[in-house]
C-alpha cells in the first residue's frame, strides 16, 4: 500500500498552499472529512481524509445510499451524521479552454442545513469535485509532478 500525496494551492486571499499526505488505512476506512486547509504540511491520521472519500464511504453510498461520517471536521470534533445519495449528476468545466463534462454523484447531508459534496463517480479514484460544508470550494486545475 501506498501514501497517497498531493499539494493544493488555494485560490483564497492568502493563497494557502500545503502538501496533505493521507495514509492508506485513510484511504480504506476513514470516516470523517478534514477540511482544513491551512499554510503547513500534514498527515493524516488514520481516521481522516480529504479531497476524497475513503473506499468505505464511496462503497456504502453506492451500495446503500446512505453513510454516516463526519462531513466537516476542523481536526477537533468527530460529529458523524447521515448523508444519501442524490443522485448522479454532470459537472462541468474547461481544461484548456475546452468545455469537458465529468459525472459525478451528489451526495448530501440530512439535516436541516446540509453540507454537500459532487464526488467523482469512480470507485478507484472517488476524489471530491467540489463541496459546500458552510463555504465552497471546488477543483479548478490538476497539474501532475513526478518529482
Same mark, same amino acid.
Given at each position: 500500500? @501506498?501514501?497517497?500525496? !498531493?499539494?493544493?494551492? *488555494? +485560490? &483564497? ?20 472529512e478534514k ?7 500534514d498527515t ?9 472519500? @475513503?473506499?468505505?464511504? !464511496?462503497?456504502?453510498? *453506492? +451500495? &446503500? ?83
Amino acid at each position: 500500500d @501506498s501514501f497517497l500525496q !498531493f499539494r493544493y494551492t *488555494m +485560490t &483564497n486571499r492568502r493563497n494557502n498552499t500545503a502538501i496533505i499526505t493521507i495514509t492508506p488505512a485513510s484511504l480504506d476506512t476513514a470516516s470523517v472529512e478534514k477540511n482544513t486547509f491551512a499554510t503547513y504540511n500534514d498527515t493524516l491520521s488514520n481516521s481522516q481524509i480529504t479531497v476524497w472519500f @475513503s473506499q468505505r464511504m !464511496f462503497s456504502e453510498i *453506492m +451500495t &446503500n445510499d446512505t453513510s454516516i461520517f463526519d462531513g466537516n471536521s476542523s481536526g477537533w470534533g468527530n460529529i458523524k451524521t447521515k448523508y444519501y445519495n442524490a443522485g448522479k449528476t454532470e459537472y462541468h468545466y474547461e481544461l484548456n479552454g475546452v468545455p469537458q463534462r465529468i459525472e459525478v454523484i451528489h451526495v448530501v447531508e440530512d439535516s436541516d442545513n446540509p453540507k454537500e459534496f459532487w464526488v467523482l463517480n469512480d470507485p478507484v479514484n472517488p476524489m471530491i469535485i467540489k463541496m459546500n460544508v458552510g463555504w465552497e470550494i471546488w477543483l479548478k486545475e490538476i497539474n501532475h509532478n513526478y518529482e
